[in-house]
């Protein structure tokens, strides 16, 4: 029983991670996505990759230049 916990406890929070990640991919806007020429498929594959990386290496890379263009194209 005590296993069950500890494993949960301990994939609960990279699951966690992975539905923020996927649920922010989806929503933002396919003129951003083209705007920074990146690719929402592709970065919905790499959230989707079952470890931590995928969606770590979404917020750290593609969600930075996602959020400039959308506030460059806020102002403008």
Do not use: C, H, N
Request: aromatic share 10%.
């Amino acid at each position: 029983m005590e296993m069950r916990l500890l494993a949960l406890l301990v994939v609960a929070p990279f699951v966690a991670l992975q539905l923020w990640a996927l649920v922010d991919v989806l929503r933002t806007p396919r003129g951003v996505w083209a705007e920074t020429q990146q690719s929402q498929v592709v970065w919905s594959i790499v959230v989707l990759i079952p470890s931590a990386i995928g969606p770590i290496l979404y917020f750290f890379i593609a969600r930075p230049r996602l959020k400039t263009a959308t506030l460059g194209t806020q102002q403008g």
